[in-house]
């Protein structure tokens, strides 16, 4: 074992498209984002640094484009059989670098999922919004906003809670819906998006799943008014902020799906953020290696290379197996996702995937957590320093950890599939 | 109930002195500090400076450990352990740069050998001088840590030696490169090195910041105590007087287990506003539409772990007091028991607060990760603290000290 690549992966399960795209990837990814990365907290707030990176990625590269249909100039990922482990691929790779630009590369994705993927596909929607993705040269990015002051992550406990808690409204008048409400977190708010995905209710309070609404809302809609960006622990490439709906019009057509459809189109996107988030991490402890690599390797205890005593040697042991098997675990997520239009496959929506897929989450979270800061106890006087960059995957990884309901919800998730809890 | 009356200690005899010290630091933590959060968001370093200077100078913390015949307060015995333990508690409470600042100070006093006529009545004098100053000094400790692949050094208990230490014409000449303090690197008035002699024997060695022939680094960025600017030094033979210089078996190890305790108080103090910040939040917030994040049993759980491992570092940090105190008696505390029991105690401190806070951040979500919240402040100060601490190899060299007391391992 000498590098990276060698942490396994099933073969069976890698897409025909991986080893082209990862290696186009990683060569921009040392050219445009590695030399730079270490400067990216202080440009948390004006992206100088961080937006022509993006450009470069999401524009020039055309990441952005990459899941829409052909037709419109897109790559046709989102109607492959591999998405998800594409989707975990390009995570990784960019996670390996900087978890802030691959969880806001991601999340561009994410409400555009709801209209993209079989069978909740939109064409008139895909009309719409697909040419501001597919010919910009300048990186587009997109935004689900559904995080609520009142209720923090109680939005993505749709399978108990199915948008009760929701303050945020749609009313139809005429053709056209008119929202009202505030959402705060939402990955590339902060003046960042052009386009939101708008999880609200047509009638607060309701447990009805035909209530809740996935609308789409341009940023620039009248009525739509975007705080700056939070400055935050870590994650300086992906920007944090408020969003007020008020009496914001759109076409009535800017609804997903509609009553029901809404709600299960929705609902697919907590197994794509997961498995996006588990390959954030295992991307983030690959570069873990690497730099503990070279640290365990020149520096010494009792005159001896760290890595030659038998006691350092132990926990550096254990922090690569819970690499391995993390990202085993990763790949296995991914491809229970892909396995969901196949005949020996679950839809999205079962209560299965989710709370299998989220138990690998909540499983990664905590290796990926704990193995960056024994990382740094064993830099020692060294582990704090943005030199080493494992104190910066350690403030970022943190944050994963803790989006989407957190490690309770994914708790639950588990609890509510393999023990049939009712009412947690 | 606040703090006071949830994180409960056994009884022991505070002097007015103590309790009113302890209390005026509070007060000042959440009448300056604590409530002023928001506004110190911009220019905070020179603010922290400021600021420091009210408690160092005006409050007098600077001058605790100064012998109170040389113009301090006096703290500077092991009885006086537990007090100081309470004082960096209330510091780090407000701000851990605060308290790491006041900890490598106390260490300094509080390291048994300099208090010793024999072995340096002129340092206690040049010490106390310093530190008695109307002026705010930052000292720096640097300590044993990791050596270089093809290099062999002196060694401490297995941690690398980097600086040297040698006499000549009644002086002495201290030289290492690219050595690393705890802390406040960039602006220490006052260096505490441990040096090897022409024996590899360790020692401390103490140079004023001012000396000629130091060079410091620039600004090193770190993950937390940014208040306290570190940087590397490189000494090319500095001349420092004789008596400067500590070679007295067990200062190193003595040095080693006040850091110990004081810095378990900082991250303890740390930890103790972060159970403030989650009270507040869990007081506060509703989970499924309805019932207080407090009152759900899942996050009760999480937030039962918090304060249990709060309560019990707590604990040990005040029993660990104790034994300091004990240690000047005749009996079985010897100057290697002490270092292994704050060996121990101390990692385990870190440990447990560190673990605290990582748990009580899964509740706060996004909120504990925003700066607005200072959450997230408390969980990279006391990150890099435990990080520093462990020197090198994470837990290892605790875990071979602690082997080497209790099973008489001799060759690890």
């Keep these: 074992m000498k590098h990276f690549d060698d942490f396994s992966r099933p073969l069976e399960y890698i897409s025909p498209l991986d080893k082209h795209f990862r290696a186009v990837l990683r060569k921009y990814i040392e050219q445009e984002v590695m030399p730079y990365r270490r400067k990216y907290d202080e440009d948390w707030k004006e992206h100088k640094l961080i937006e022509p990176a993006f450009d470069k990625l999401m524009g020039e590269l055309g990441l952005q484009k990459s899941l829409f249909p052909q037709k419109y100039g897109g790559w046709g990922l989102a109607s492959s059989d591999y998405i998800f482990r594409m989707a975990y691929m390009l995570c990784e790779e960019l996670g390996r670098a900087d978890t802030g630009m691959a969880v806001a590369l991601a999340v561009t994705f994410w409400p555009l999922l709801v209209i993209l993927v079989e069978p909740y596909v939109n064409e008139r929607l895909l009309d719409e919004f697909a040419p501001m993705f597919c010919t910009s040269k300048k990186a587009v990015f997109a935004a689900n906003a559904m995080t609520e002051p009142q209720g923090g992550s109680d939005i993505e406990n749709m399978g108990l809670l199915k948008g009760r808690t929701i303050h945020t409204t749609a009313r139809l008048d005429g053709d056209e819906w008119v929202i009202n409400g505030h959402k705060l977190w939402p990955t590339n708010s902060g003046g960042v998006s052009k386009l939101f995905g708008v999880p609200c209710t047509t009638r607060p309070g309701s447990t009805d799943i035909n209530d809740f609404a996935f609308i789409y809302v341009p940023a620039d809609a009248k009525g739509v008014t975007q705080g700056g960006p939070y400055e935050k622990a870590g994650m300086a490439a992906d920007k944090n902020g408020d969003i007020w709906f008020d009496n914001v019009r759109v076409p009535s057509w800017y609804r997903a799906h509609g009553p029901g459809r809404d709600a299960e189109a929705f609902y697919q996107l907590i197994s794509f953020g997961q498995v996006a988030s588990v390959a954030f991490m295992t991307g983030a402890m690959a570069n873990l290696y690497e730099r503990l690599y070279e640290f365990v390797s020149t520096r010494t205890f009792g005159n001896r290379p760290l890595k030659e005593n038998d006691a350092v040697a132990g926990i550096i042991g254990r922090i690569a197996g819970d690499i391995d098997i993390c990202r085993i675990l990763g790949h296995e997520a991914a491809m229970m996702g892909d396995r969901r239009n196949k005949p020996y496959g679950l839809p999205l929506i079962s209560e299965e995937v989710v709370g299998k897929i989220r138990n690998i989450k909540d499983f990664v979270s905590d290796r990926a957590v704990e193995n960056f800061g024994k990382a740094m106890d064993i830099l020692g006087c060294y582990g704090a320093d943005r030199e080493w960059d494992i104190e910066k995957h350690w403030r970022d990884v943190k944050i994963v950890q803790l989006w989407m309901g957190g490690k309770q919800l994914c708790q639950m998730e588990s609890a509510r599939y393999f023990f049939n809890c009712e009412t947690i | ?412």
Excluded at chain 2, 384 to 411: N, Y
Aim: glycine fraction near 10%; hydrophobic fraction near 40%; proline fraction near 4%.
């Design chain 2, 1 to 412: 109930m606040g703090i006071d009356e949830l994180f409960i200690v056994p009884g022991r005899s505070r002097d007015d002195e103590s309790k009113s010290v302890a209390t005026l630091v509070r007060q000042w933590a959440d009448r300056e500090i604590i409530a002023k959060r928001l506004e110190y968001h911009q220019g905070y370093p020179a603010l922290f400076r400021e600021k420091m200077k009210d408690l160092a100078l005006s409050i007098g913390l600077q001058r605790m450990a100064v012998p109170a015949d040389l113009g301090g307060f006096g703290w500077n015995t092991p009885e006086r352990a537990s007090d100081l333990l309470d004082v960096l508690i209330e510091a780090g409470r407000a701000d851990a740069s605060f308290g790491v600042l006041l900890a490598m100070n106390y260490a300094l006093f509080s390291s048994a050998p300099v208090s010793g006529p024999s072995d340096g009545g002129s340092l206690i004098k040049v010490l106390s001088e310093t530190f008695s100053s109307d002026e705010l000094v930052m000292p720096a400790i640097v300590l044993p840590g990791p050596g270089h692949a093809g290099q062999t050094t002196a060694l401490f208990k297995s941690r690398s030696i980097l600086a040297r230490v040698r006499s000549a014409g009644g002086d002495s000449f201290v030289h290492g490169s690219r050595l690393r303090p705890l802390a406040a690197g960039h602006d220490a008035g006052l260096f505490c090195i441990v040096c090897a002699d022409g024996n590899d024997q360790p020692g401390l060695a103490f140079v004023a910041g001012d000396a000629g022939g130091i060079v410091r680094s620039g600004p090193i960025v770190t993950t937390g105590l940014n208040a306290c600017t570190n940087a590397e030094i490189t000494l090319d033979d500095v001349k420092i007087p004789s008596e400067h210089v500590i070679d007295s078996p067990g200062a190193v190890e003595s040095l080693y287990s006040r850091l110990g305790l004081l810095l378990g108080g900082v991250s303890l103090g740390a930890g103790l506003n972060f159970f403030e910040i989650l009270q507040n939040w869990c007081g506060s917030r509703v989970i499924k539409g309805s019932s207080l994040l407090k009152e759900n049993p899942l996050c009760a759980s999480v937030l039962a772990d918090v304060a249990e491992e709060l309560s019990l570092t707590n604990l040990l940090l005040h029993d660990l007091a104790g034994l300091m105190a004990q240690s000047q008696q005749s009996g079985p505390m010897d100057e290697t028991a002490l270092f292994t029991y704050a060996g121990m105690i101390g990692s385990r401190s870190q440990q447990a607060v560190m673990r605290a806070i990582n748990r009580g951040l899964e509740l706060m979500g996004s909120a504990g990760y925003a700066k607005e919240w200072h959450a997230e402040k408390h969980w990279r100060d006391v990150k890099t603290i435990q990080s520093l601490m462990c020197g090198v190899a994470a837990e290892t060299p605790v875990k071979m000290d602690t082997a080497r007391f209790f099973f008489s391992c001799s060759q690890v």
